[in-house]
């Protein structure tokens, strides 16, 4: 066993975490939905969100039968939402082509909607004691700062040698243990932010810590400005106290959720609500503006809300219309931001 692993395992038994709920146990299943929650998200804010969605979906078949809304509703919050459509997909391939199970075969794994090869190894250590590496961004920070690599970690040269390192660190024996282990520590240890070296059971080694380099390492992405968007949402709510609703398309942000109808202009709002809603634009009530930030733009809604008379609560033929009742919103999953403003709504 290298002097890296053995010392990462040695701290993982006397400081790591070993009460996380996929752990107890570590069945393909639950690690497979732990390790997607994961990705782009902390522990601490996953775990309600993952207990919530194992109670109502216990096992892989229980999610691939699903119905997609029922899906988005449960990870409703936790943003990334193609981690959840893919979830599902991923789930009925494994019903339709792998006997309801997720394979033990690296390939075949790996090939799986939304797994990919860290995701696999993941899985793989540490739900069957496999021996794969995982490069996740825990592990690419933890090996940047021991090894001094210079670099944009997501750079296919630079990520190329970080997997070879990942693979050499291996243990033979504990690949669970280890797994947890590596992802422990960058996520406790060697953060992004005010790392605690003092405290690290590698210091003595670590290349970025010898060089005074920590707060350099690993180095960040060539960065330019977010672009910035703005739309329009359109809240209409009737006596009933319902919302109308409309069912984002299926490809770019928030897909498939059901959000609020949305207006690149003030005559394009005029159109959408002569069509599809008892309102006169004019009576709109315009209420705070609300930013919200993706990773790759910068989003600028300003919402407007009417208070119509009661509806039939029909939608004619259009099945991405809905009226929908305020009390049963959870049932829907809808954007982080919507959800709020629908929340905070008198």
Known sequence: MSEFAQRLLQWFDRDGRHDLPWQHPRTPYRVWLSEIMLQQTQVQTVIPYYA???????????????????????????????????LHKAAQVCVAEHGGDLPADFEKLAALPGIGRSTAGAILAQAHGQRFPIL?????????????????????????????????????????????????????????????????????????????RVEQLPEAKPGKPLPERRTLMLLVHDAGDRILLARRPAKGVWSGLWSLP??????EAREFLSRHAPAAFDAGEALPLIEHVFSHYRLHIEPLRWRVADTAAETGDNNDLRWQPR????????????????????
């Open 136 to 212: 996740d961004g825990n592990v690419k920070r933890t090996l940047a700062r021991f090894h001094g690599i210079d670099g944009w970690p997501g750079g296919s040269a630079v990520e190329k040698a970080m997997w070879t390192l990942a693979e050499n660190h291996l243990p033979d024996t504990r690949l669970a243990d280890y797994t947890q282990a590596i992802m422990d520590f960058g996520a406790t240890l060697c953060t992004r932010h005010d790392p605690a070296c003092m405290l690290c059971p590698l210091q003595d080694d670590c290349v970025a810590r010898r060089e005074g």
């Open 327 to 346: 009390e049963r919103l959870h049932e829907l999953g809808l954007p982080a931001p919507v959800k709020k403003l629908l929340g905070n709504l008198p």
């Open 262 to 267: 949305e207006a690149e202009s003030h005559d």
């Open 52 to 86: 919530r969605f194992l109670d109502a979906l216990p096992t892989l078949p229980d999610l691939a039968a699903a119905d997609t809304d029922r899906v988005l509703a449960l990870w409703a919050g936790l943003g990334y939402y193609a981690r959840a459509r893919n």
